[in-house]
């Protein structure tokens, strides 16, 4: 099995990764990073930031237009806060409205509330703020206090958008001079960004209360597009929202909250959802569609996840042993799923495959899934001094050809000998499944990882984007030809000038093999 005891040694104190090329990552100071970094190398100190002004409820009444009505009072607390809002101002509204309404209501809201503490003590997570709430079940490691909240990049084209601490939202391309920046009234606690597959415009947002989309042309020279661009799609109960996917086509968007057990299935066109309800689970927390469309797979804040297929729209139900699914991640061709577990250091592996004789789009689900990679915490001796890496990993990301394999490791943020690193594998999925260690991800000295994403037409390799806990936002590129190429040498990757000595000896291990059947 994979282990970290196989990984070459983290990079000494002042080295940063550069690239990967003739199957070894390439290091140099940060004067070679500055250097080699391309336009899209982008830097937002968190200092720049001002976080978005949260209003205390308490002193919210001084600011609200007393003379509207008790309807619209009702109508304006149940969209900011659902029934228990609704409740409150009916009840606290006793001179407007018959005695025996507002002391129903206020009987029905106390009900309410033990109701809602007892199923608080079944889901803990429930008893959170929203913002504690997207903190604690979002891909970014320390998401509350990253300059950065959420990456993406565009499908088909070099640019990427952006969302900052400031809940503003920034997209660049280095073909244009023009960064527009998006803001609305809504747009609070980004807790992810996508953009819609096969569109030049539209960027979906997972807010703290609804969905975006925005629609920003690509030719426009606008900096600060009008909120009118912006489509808002709701839905009771369904916040805040922590994660969003789009469909391989484009004809679909599913976003998860883990104060909703239903995942809500949304045409952006019709602006309407259709809600998959399954009861267990207290909530879905996290959704990552296959590139094949065949599957979805929706974590939830217990010890159970389950995997959907898109033809039928049915599911199969996977229990955890320690924990909840923390992150998962689809191979190219939708066959293969990797996923990590709360409270446990290792990636585990479910294999979908095609039923002999059954109609097109059915699939045969696994019985178990397998463990394929052992993230046990390893101590590495450095000229720096010991350093110990490994642990539960806060998120995954698997290149689009299938070969580079990223897995962010949470370390511990207490202990300076325990960083936050970016374990890379070597992968293949075809004939046969097998990982291979690749080494170690690091920036700048003092900075973590917080956020990876992978460039989705990188056509030398892999590209990886990395944001940092100092707001950079770098590309370390990998280098190599894709499996199903002949190799024309003995390395798979093109040549660098002086390229640094390192020991080959990891890059022939075979360490992982999984024969499909």
């Known amino acids: 099995m994979c ?27 940060d004067d070679c990073l500055k250097q080699t970094s391309s336009p899209l190398s982008l830097y937002f100190p968190r200092e720049s930031l001002k976080p978005h002004c949260r209003t205390d409820s308490s002193s919210k009444a001084a600011f609200l237009d007393h003379s509207e009505t008790l309807w619209m009072r009702s109508a304006a607390a149940w969209y900011d806060a659902g029934l228990t809002g609704l409740l409150d101002e009916i009840a606290n509204s006793s001179t407007e409205v018959p005695k025996w309404l507002s002391m129903s209501s206020g009987c029905a809201r106390a009900l309410l509330q033990r109701a809602s503490s007892f199923r608080g003590s079944l889901f803990p997570h429930l008893t959170l703020s929203s913002e504690d709430m997207i903190a604690e079940f979002s891909q970014v490691l320390n998401w509350s206090d990253c300059a950065v909240r959420a990456f993406a990049w565009h499908p088909h084209t070099d640019k990427c958008a952006v969302a900052l601490l400031d809940d503003s939202i920034k997209i660049y391309n280095p073909k244009s001079a023009t960064a527009p920046t998006l803001k609305h009234r809504l747009q609070r606690s980004v807790a992810a960004v996508q953009w819609k597959p096969l569109c030049a415009s539209a960027l979906a947002v997972a807010c703290q209360n609804c969905l975006l989309v925005w629609h920003v042309d690509p030719c426009s020279l606008s900096t600060r597009p009008s909120s009118g661009c912006a489509q808002v799609l709701s839905h009771p109960g369904h916040s805040p929202v922590t994660s969003i996917a789009w469909s391989p086509s484009g004809s679909l968007l599913v976003s998860a909250s ?119 915490e390893t101590t590495f001796t450095t000229p720096d001094g010991d350093i110990t890496i490994g642990g539960e990993a806060q998120s995954l990301a698997w290149d689009p050809r299938g070969e580079r394999l990223a897995v962010l490791l949470k370390g511990d943020s207490q202990a300076a000998d325990r960083p936050a690193v970016i374990a890379m594998f070597k992968t293949r999925t075809s004939p046969i499944f097998e990982l291979l260690p ?58 660098l000038s002086h390229p640094q000595e390192r020991s080959a000896d990891y890059a022939n291990q075979t360490l992982y093999t999984e024969l499909i059947s």
């Not at 199957?23 to 140099?28: P, Q, V």
């Not at 990882?449 to 892999?462: S, Y």
């Open 258 to 376: 883990p104060m909703d057990t239903a995942i809500m299935v949304w045409d952006v066109a019709a602006e309407s959802c259709v809600p998959l309800q399954r009861v267990g689970g207290g909530g879905v927390t996290f959704l990552s569609w296959s590139p094949d469309g065949s599957h979805v797979l929706a974590a939830t804040p217990s010890t159970l996840f389950r995997v959907w297929e898109t033809r039928m729209w049915t599911c199969e139900r996977w229990p955890c042993l320690k924990g909840r699914c923390q992150s998962g991640c689809w191979s190219p061709d939708g066959s293969r799923l990797l996923f990590t577990v709360q409270g446990e250091t290792v990636i585990y592996a479910l294999t979908f495959t095609d039923t002999p004789g059954a109609p097109s789009g059915t699939s045969k689900g696994p019985k178990a899934a397998a463990v394929v990679a052992d993230l046990s």
């Open 438 to 495: 690749c080494g170690f991800i690091q920036g700048e000295p003092g900075t973590e990882p917080r956020l990876m994403q992978f460039h989705p037409n990188f056509q030398n390799g892999a590209l990886l984007t990395v944001c940092w806990s100092n707001g950079r936002i770098t590309h370390v590129p990998f280098f190599f030809l894709s499996a199903g190429v002949p190799h024309l040498g003995l390395s798979g990757s093109p040549s």
């Open 3 to 29: 282990s970290l005891g196989l990984f070459p040694p983290p990079l000494p104190s002042g080295q940063t990764t550069l690239c990967e090329s003739n199957n070894e990552l390439l290091s140099g100071t």
